[in-house]
């Protein structure tokens, strides 16, 4: 998987183009969702890993979008739904593009243990290319800032009669 | 699916089904380990054998690498002329104590595994570190933008009609700032 900052910094790239507004930090949890399921438990305890491998996979994260929205206020829930389960798919999507020695992502778990992945860069490889990816989403990151800015001083100035 | 109509027994079922799915997962999932082919030596003799569980170095001399796993530590020996070693232009010697790692050996009898192809991933440990902060940053943003009212989460700005204050996260469309 490539490391969580690039895992945000597409959902954020990726939500400012689709204009993810309301809600957009729950479309950055989506993004991180797969790995928060499954990650922190097989690292601190390995034998958990062959439990967890399952749950890095499109239908059980399903279940984890519907069991959050439904945590949620009933006019709420569809869009919270949505949110996260459309960043958990980003997620995948991104994950797809690594290659692996051992293990790999089963993603139709639990229909097929078969393994996919387009094989192109292998999992630390987003660590390297770090500071690249924080230089292409600043910009974004400082015209947001700014305009929101712009926007909350406009809010401010008295209306002139 | 979203209807509140026995919300709490969803609620327990997709937790149940969850449950479910890390238990199979964990039966369907775990490949053998080189206990297991000790146990067994017939049925793994020539099998691949991925060392998965969290690996890491612990020392690689000419003729060995010394694998970590949560069975106790696992010695894998390199053949002659060994050229398995990922990404290509890596080495053996760029392995170091302490480095995560991927390797995939072969089961050979009496009851010992012959490396095949081995990737050093040093930089796993700064990956989990580095990923500790996007969580941080974005469970920040959701205690800002999530407030429990009367037994449910809701997320702002809240724009139903009984909603009695607005949240200074929202601009002129009361759409939510990032």
Not at chain 1, 128 to 133: K, N
Request: aromatic letters at 12%; a positive charge; charged letters at 20%.
């Amino acid at each position: 998987m490539p490391d969580l900052i690039t895992h945000i910094a597409g959902a954020y790239l990726a939500g400012r183009g689709m204009k993810i507004a309301r809600g957009a930090a729950l479309f950055y949890l989506g993004a991180m969702l797969p790995d928060l399921i499954t990650r922190p438990f097989h690292i601190l305890y390995p034998r958990l890993l062959p439990a967890t491998m399952g749950l890095h996979a499109p239908v059980p994260v399903f279940l984890a979008c519907w069991l959050i929205s439904l945590l949620f206020r009933i006019d709420q829930r569809r869009p919270v739904f949505w949110l996260l389960f459309s960043g958990s798919l980003l997620h995948f999507l991104m994950d797809t593009a690594q290659k692996h020695l051992t293990g790999g992502y089963i993603w139709l778990f639990p229909f097929s243990g078969r393994q996919y992945s387009w094989g192109f860069i292998w999992p630390e490889t987003s660590i390297r290319f770090l500071p690249i990816t924080i230089l292409i989403v600043l910009p974004f990151l400082a015209w947001n800032i700014w305009r929101n800015r712009k926007a909350r001083r406009k809010d401010r100035r008295p209306i002139s009669d | 699916m979203f209807s509140d109509r026995c919300r709490v027994i969803k609620i327990g079922g997709i937790l149940f089904l969850l449950i479910l799915l890390a238990w199979y997962s964990n039966r369907r999932n775990r490949y053998p380990t080189f206990a297991d082919c000790l146990r067994e030596p017939g049925r793994y003799a020539g099998e691949e054998i991925s060392i998965y569980m969290e690996p890491r170095v612990i020392e690689v001399t000419g003729g060995h690498i010394l694998i970590s796993q949560p069975d106790g530590p696992v010695e894998v020996r390199i053949p002659e002329g060994f050229d398995g070693v990922f990404p290509e232009g890596a080495k053996l010697s760029d392995l170091e104590p302490g480095d995560s790692l991927e390797a995939v050996a072969v089961f050979r009898l009496p009851g010992y595994l012959e490396l095949k192809a081995v990737r050093g991933a040093p930089l796993r440990r700064w990956k989990i570190l580095l990923s500790i902060l996007p969580v941080i940053l974005v469970g920040l943003i959701l205690l800002r933008t999530i407030r429990w009212r009367k037994g449910f989460l809701v997320m702002l700005p809240d724009t139903s009609s009984d909603a009695s204050d607005r949240s200074d996260v929202s601009d002129e469309s009361g759409n939510f700032k990032l």
